[in-house]
T-cell receptor, first 114, second 114 residues
Framework: DAEITQSPRHKITETGRQVTLACHQT?????MFWYRQDLGHGLRLIHY???????NKGEVSDGYSVSRSNTEDLPLTLESAASSQTSVYFC?????????????FGPGTRLTVL | QKEVEQDPGPLSVPEGAIVSLNCTYS??????FMWYRQYSRKGPELLMY????GNKEDGRFTAQVDKSSKYISLFIRDSQPSDSATYLC??????????????FGQGTTLQVKP
């Protein structure tokens, strides 16, 4: 069955370190998204990609970067982790051809920055 | 003011009750509306999708949209303990440049007690 996976599921890091969160989907979807979920804010879009070599900034992109070298993967990098980036991170994907724009979410990565 | 407002709850109801979950929004341009369900420690999953004012039913679930009031609702009939989850509303615009740019509410946490 097609799926979307994230790794690691839990990560503890220190302020200032570079961290990369992995996202891998086997849906063969063109569109991929990264969100963070925090109490009081719901899901907020960090970065998104509509295809290989395409990346775009979302609502809360400062301090984050992504790259898309193939269809399946969209890793999220925190250049220099800050305590404000402690959050749960979700990756999602959707099919460009699907009119309902349904996004399929991964299980999430819980990141703690100390 | 947030574009989408949703009471975070928590909402606790007895099994069998009718549940009403609501969101208000400020951007009258939103064209389609979604409800996602998120179980604890899981990613959100699409529950219902609608793009027009009025009601849409799917089993025990009814999604209602009132574009004139900028108000959407999700009703759950005969609620079950398995419905205990966080429910997130989301909305967006059609068009290739808007693909995937969903705006989410904060989510309402629902607990259905046996």
């Amino acid at each position: 069955d097609a799926e979307i996976t994230q790794s690691p599921r839990h990560k503890i890091t220190e302020t200032g370190r570079q961290v990369t969160l992995a996202c891998h989907q086997t849906w063969n979807h063109n569109n991929m998204f990264w969100y963070r979920q925090d109490l009081g804010h719901g899901l907020r879009l960090i970065h998104y990609s509509y295809g290989v070599q395409d990346t775009n900034k979302g609502e809360v992109s400062d301090g984050y970067s992504v790259s898309r070298s193939n269809t399946e993967d969209l890793p999220l990098t925190l250049e220099s982790a800050a305590s404000s980036q402690t959050s749960v991170y979700f990756c999602a994907s959707s099919d460009f051809l699907e009119s309902t724009d349904t996004q399929y979410f991964g299980p999430g990565t819980r990141l703690t920055v100390l | 003011q947030k574009e989408v407002e949703q009471d975070p709850g928590p909402l606790s109801v007895p099994e069998g009750a009718i549940v009403s979950l609501n969101c208000t929004y400020s951007n009258s341009a939103f064209q389609y509306f979604m409800w996602y369900r998120q179980y604890s420690r899981k990613g959100p999953e699409l529950l219902m999708y609608t793009y027009s004012s009025g009601n849409k039913e799917d089993g025990r679930f009814t999604a209602q949209v009132d574009k004139s009031s900028k108000y959407i609702s999700l009703f759950i009939r005969d609620s079950q303990p398995s419905d205990s989850a966080t429910y997130l509303c989301a909305m967006g615009l059609y068009g290739s440049s808007n693909t995937g740019k969903l705006i989410f509410g904060q989510g309402t946490t629902l607990q259905v007690k046996p």
